[in-house]
């Protein structure tokens, strides 16, 4: 059995960059307690890829502006044993993150400025750069200590209909399509047709190979880096009841990203996505509070992967980063199976959750608990997916699938899973920030 895997800090990172949406109003199964303007976090874990480590995280509300969310951490592990270039070495897991978050521009209502970076070292990162995929071997990876840095800046217009049309603030301040029952009764009735966004990304990726002497065992075969920087076209229209636990409505997101090869760039590539999420309020039984079926549909293809030619390093021309592009396995998508298991040209998963709020809480208001645990969550899921050099009917034969459980917990505002997934390749944890179909 398989523990806890890699990528929980990157990916804690990344979902805050998405998803920090603090300031949304709360019901009683949204949030049973009073914000705050400042939450401290302590957190220990101990990963595959991080070794026994930890970290302290502090959350902001209102820096600058009363709209913004402002995010950092700083985190440090154990020392490890690893082996690099066939000798034997030690390293440490290290690494800070800070963001900014919907910082309004000075003289516009509507446009939204946030940014966020994260600086890191890992000992042990495994890779599928060469052996990626649908039938391509468990075993076939890359595992190298290096470096896992990244910047993000996003600007997002909010169009000038839906939530907020008469009143800015309620960009920031009313839930989604929904008004907030002042009862607080956990419901709301639908008003207006949702919040639509236009946006741009910009982005610098940085990774780093420390193992990568030809014909080491698990060697990246003489690559040394992977840096990637581009930019990424958005449209997202969201048209559900609270951002950061949805119990009726839908979300869309439409969006192309595109490195031109520019500056220290390994290569150009492109990528053209489609995610819709769908959230169906379902009866509760007398021991829950909320039951909701939520689903999840994602496809996506690259239009520039050339799989007949080879740039270099045995590396194909224009091809994604594996962690980029279409591409299944880890804490997101395909729980069942190891990061980035599998990548190519196309994609298709979908999924479906059963979350069910538990009247059962006994941290609620706990004097010994240091952060407010407002409620418990227990959910079902299952996931089929599937990656293919071209985009055809091929995607929906010979599909993966994993099955698996969850419990999660609304703490200090901001919801955190422990996720048991079950493949054919074995079973995997995960422990994570924020519900996995924001990404």
Not at 233 to 253: A, K, V
Request: aromatic share 16%.
């Amino acid at each position: 059995m398989k523990t806890f895997k890699k990528t929980l800090l990157p990916s804690i990172a990344a979902s805050l960059c998405y998803t920090a949406t603090l300031c949304a109003g709360t019901n009683t199964v949204a949030s049973d307690t009073d914000s705050k303007d400042m939450v401290c976090i302590p957190y220990v874990f101990s990963t595959d890829s991080t070794g026994f480590s930890g970290g302290v995280g502090v959350i902001k509300k209102g820096l600058f502006q009363p709209q913004t969310t402002t995010i950092a951490t700083l985190f440090y592990g154990t020392k490890q044993d690893i082996v690099t270039n066939g000798q034997p070495d030690t390293a440490n897991f290290s690494g800070g993150f800070i963001g900014l978050f919907d910082y309004k521009i000075p003289g516009t209502n509507r446009v939204l400025l946030s940014i966020s970076g994260l600086k890191s070292y890992f000992p042990k990162a495994r890779y599928y750069l060469y052996n990626h995929t649908n039938d391509s071997k468990e075993d076939q990876y890359i595992e190298s200590s290096g470096n896992e840095d990244f910047v993000f800046a996003t600007l997002k217009y909010v169009l000038p209909f839906g939530d907020g049309l008469d009143n800015p603030e309620g960009l920031y301040t009313l839930k989604r399509g929904f008004a907030v029952g002042r009862e607080n009764d956990g419901g709301g009735v639908p008003f207006v047709t949702g919040r639509t966004s236009l946006g741009l990304t910009g982005f610098y990726e940085h990774y780093t190979f420390d193992n990568y002497l030809l014909g080491t065992p698990h060697s990246s075969d003489g690559l040394k880096k992977w840096d990637t920087n581009g930019i990424r076209f958005f449209i997202d229209h969201d048209n559900t009841d609270y951002d950061l636990n949805p119990s009726r409505g839908y979300q869309f997101r439409i969006q192309y990203s595109k490195d031109f090869g520019w500056g220290d760039s390994k290569q150009s590539w492109d990528f053209l996505e489609f995610k819709y999420n769908h959230y169906i309020d379902l009866p509760t039984f007398s021991f829950t509070k909320q039951n909701v079926l939520a689903m999840s549909f994602w496809t996506g293809y690259s239009f520039s992967w050339d799989k007949e030619k080879t740039f270099n390093h045995g590396i194909t021309d224009h091809r994604p980063p594996p962690w980029e592009g279409a591409r299944l396995g880890g804490i997101f998508r395909m729980r069942g199976y190891n990061t980035d298991r599998f990548s190519d040209k196309a994609v298709a998963y979908g999924t479906a959750e059963y979350r069910a709020i538990l009247d059962w809480n006994p941290f609620r208001k706990n004097d010994y608990i240091p952060v407010a645990v407002d409620w418990l969550q227990l959910v079902g899921f299952v996931e089929a997916g599937r990656v293919n050099d071209t985009y055809n009917f091929d995607l929906l034969k010979d599909m993966k699938y994993d099955v698996g459980v969850s419990l999660r917990a609304m703490a200090a505002h901001v919801p955190v899973r422990l996720d048991v997934a079950y493949s054919n390749e074995g079973v995997n944890f995960w422990v994570m920030v924020f519900q996995p179909f924001d990404f």
